[in-house]
């Protein structure tokens, strides 16, 4: 068996989530212990100034990519991926909201054919501030976009390595993956998920991801139209350390 083959990398970018990553991280292992296949659970930490890193460090089985500063969650998704062992990946959020308990859902439903199953939020436990633009950007990415997809902001997905192969994640380009993928002829589709209320620590949503969300659309739509060389460079990123007591 070739290295990673069979094996499920679950990634989880983290960003101050202290409080939430330990039950988080039993939530993965007990869903993914489910599908009775091997896997790696991967954190990396994104510059946290809380006591994220210090929990993190204190459960097992788990790997740790810990960035040397804050460079945002398509820079930590990237991280992770690069440094993920398994032949399937699976990535969600540290906050707690994405729901560990699909994971076997989307497995199941990648076996069927697919190279990537996104997560749909049909109820989503946010406040009506942050559901009002996500409808408003969903507009706009139909018609910039047109991923086919109802839900590009939920993390919570499975993927075939494949996807990412060439592919660098920066800005935030994580919530263009499934256009990327459907441009690149990969084959996508989507479940509906549960989403959960956040219990500690607060968003990190603010008013700028409007901003940039929009013109990465119209970025990715020039690029797509108009053949527009892609002329911003991914954001390099530098690793503090990897830790991984158990390899």
């Known amino acids: ?47 946290s100034t809380d006591r994220t890193l210090f929990e993190l460090k204190q459960i097992r089985p788990v790997k740790v990519v810990v960035l040397q500063s804050r460079y945002g969650q398509s820079c930590a998704l990237d991280a992770g991926i690069k440094n993920a062992r398994g032949d399937i990946l699976v990535t969600l959020d540290g906050d707690g909201q994405n729901d560990p308990a699909a994971i076997p859902a989307l497995l199941e439903k990648l076996d069927k054919g697919y190279d990537a199953v996104c997560g749909w939020r049909t109820k989503r436990m946010d406040p009506f501030g942050k559901r009002f633009v996500a409808k408003g950007a969903r507009f706009l990415r139909k018609i910039l976009v047109d991923d086919g997809i109802h839900d590009a902001g939920c993390t919570l997905r499975a993927y075939r390595r494949k996807c990412f192969a060439g592919m660098d994640l920066y800005g935030g380009l994580h919530r263009m993956i499934p256009g990327l993928l459907k441009w690149r002829r990969f084959k996508i589709t989507e479940i509906p998920l549960n989403h959960r209320s956040r219990l500690c620590g607060f968003t990190k949503y603010n008013w700028t991801r409007i901003f940039h969300g929009f013109s990465d659309m119209i970025y990715i739509w020039l690029w797509r139209n108009h053949f527009v060389p892609l002329l911003r460079s991914p954001k390099k990123y530098l690793i503090k350390e990897i830790y991984a007591p158990d390899a």
């Open 1 to 47: 068996m070739a290295p990673g083959q069979g094996l499920i990398s679950v990634v989880v970018p983290v960003f101050n989530e202290e409080g939430n990553v330990v039950p988080l991280h039993e939530e993965i292992l007990e869903a993914v212990r489910k599908t009775g296949l091997n896997f790696e659970v991967i954190f990396v930490d994104d510059g």
